[in-house]
């Protein structure tokens, strides 16, 4: 393959009034890294930095409809972001049951930055069950690796083990990210099937966890690499590379 062909990168998520996260962070990752967007809306949301968020999703016909038509783009890799309800969760289960792709990324979005929930509890809980073993890479945050494993904030367990835990939940792969961990440097950890835990070590940039949408834009990222490689590791590693500069730019 061409590595300078575009490629077709679905996305599945929520907008963002503030435009700073969701489907318009995925989008103009994926133009950024010279690649076509083809995105399915599941719910609006009005959200800025300070305000409580407000969520519409987007009804069941609405959501099929998109979902058939990107079915027949057939595209090169997905990334799939906020879903709001169980109805959305598993209409996405079924869309994937259909699709040919075999680069799925599920970005596990629960709560916004600011603590206001994004989905639903049964909503979240059909994800774990039912959408998670259908993916090929999931792309938790250390508080989302705990959701998914229904941790307690007061139980203590490494980033090694949480990582090793979520890789039991049936997607082929896991990235845990370390944004939001202690310490001078930040540290992903990638766990492709039943090999070694890869280690991905980040410098920590002032201000960096201020920055919304780094977890889409990351996702998004690793989709455009990943649909030009079929080496996960290389995608995620340049996908970070790409995140830490755009932190730097957008870092108060």
């Known amino acids: 393959m061409d590595k300078s062909t575009p490629q077709n990168i679905g996305i599945i998520g929520g907008t963002d009034s503030s435009r700073g996260s969701g489907l318009c962070a995925d989008e103009e990752t994926i133009y950024e890294l010279g690649d076509n967007p083809l995105a399915v809306i599941s719910a609006i949301t ?3 930095n300070s305000s409580k968020i407000r969520i519409h999703a987007v009804p069941a016909l609405g959501l099929e409809s998109q979902l058939d ?29 259909k ?9 596990p979005v629960q709560m916004t930055s600011n603590g206001h929930s994004l989905i639903t509890g049964k909503g979240w809980e ?9 993916v090929n890479l999931v792309t938790p945050n250390l508080q989302e690796a705990r959701k998914l494993l229904t941790i307690n904030d007061s139980e ?7 990582v090793k835990e979520c890789s039991k939940l049936g997607a082929q792969s896991i990235l845990l990210k370390g944004g939001h961990g202690g310490g001078g440097e930040s540290t992903d950890l990638l766990v492709v099937g039943k090999n070694p835990v890869i280690e991905y070590k980040w410098e920590r940039i002032t201000g960096g966890t ?7 834009r990351l996702a998004s990222a690793i989709s455009c690499n990943w649909a030009k490689t079929n080496d996960l590791p290389i995608a ?8 830490q500069k ?6 108060a």
């Open 126 to 134: 059909c994800l774990i069950k039912d959408l998670i073993p259908r």
């Open 69 to 97: 038509g990107l079915l027949q783009e057939e595209p090169d890799a997905i990334k799939i972001g906020m879903l709001p309800d169980e109805s959305s969760v598993r209409m996405v289960g079924e869309f994937l049951n």
């Open 156 to 162: 203590k367990i490494s980033p090694i083990s949480l």
């Open 236 to 243: 995620v590693k340049e996908a970070g590379k790409y995140l």
């Open 210 to 216: 201020e920055v919304r949408g780094t977890g889409c």
């Open 99 to 107: 699709s040919s792709c075999k680069k799925v990324i599920l970005d």
């Open 46 to 48: 009005q959200q800025c």
């Open 246 to 251: 755009y932190i730097r730019q957008n870092a």
